[in-house]
């Protein structure tokens, strides 16, 4: 998540960029050359270079943009997602946003070293704006830490600059900013800003 522009009354926030179009368009074109060129030195490249162009195709597909543009004069939230498939478009009432939550969890990857299969622990952060209603409307995609393992023990960084850019968000709408941490992590679950 990046704040474009903020003044007094108006916020523009973007998250996603074109690193998904152009990491897809890499694999599409990376399989199709892995398949062509090495088909002769072995039967399976051709499925090689496929599954990768299919892989490729996907992320093109899916690969989304948010952007979130907030205008205290009219009261306004517009919320778009783009993607190549679609788009979503709306607006909403600042007045009926409740609070905007960071949600921290855990995740495990399974990830092989030495030849031991190890579950990894990763932090998964996402941004969310809470409506009054109880619907939900995601600021950012989610992101996930870097790890980094020396011997026994893994340390991870943290999602702090997105975590106080929701804060920002939270206060700039004047509303309460909650962050929603996953069990066994700091000394509280809840903290409020």
């Known amino acids: 998540m990046k704040i474009e522009r903020q003044t007094t009354d108006e916020l523009i926030l973007t998250e996603g960029s074109t690193a998904g179009l152009i990491v897809g368009a890499a694999l599409v074109v990376g399989g199709a050359v892995v398949g062509y060129l090495l088909r002769q030195q072995s039967p399976y490249a051709v499925w090689i270079g496929l599954a990768l162009s299919v892989i490729g195709i996907g992320i093109i597909l899916f690969a ?21 498939v679609g ?36 932090l998964v952060a996402q941004s969310v704006i809470v409506f009054k209603n109880g619907s939900e409307l995601a600021l950012d995609h989610q992101k996930t830490s870097s790890t980094t393992t020396v011997g026994g023990v893994a340390l991870m960084s943290g999602q702090g600059a997105e975590t106080a850019l929701a804060a920002q968000v939270a206060q700039f709408l004047g509303v309460p900013f909650q962050e929603i941490m996953p069990p066994n992590m700091s000394s509280g679950m809840n903290v409020q800003f």
């Open 87 to 122: 788009a979503k478009n709306s607006s909403y009432a600042i007045g009926d946003v409740f609070r905007i939550e960071t949600r921290k969890q855990w995740r495990v990857d399974n990830t092989s070293q030495d030849n031991q299969n190890m579950q990894q622990p990763q």
């Open 64 to 84: 989304s943009s948010i952007t979130v543009r907030a205008d205290k004069k009219a009261g306004q939230l517009h919320y778009e997602k783009k993607r190549i």
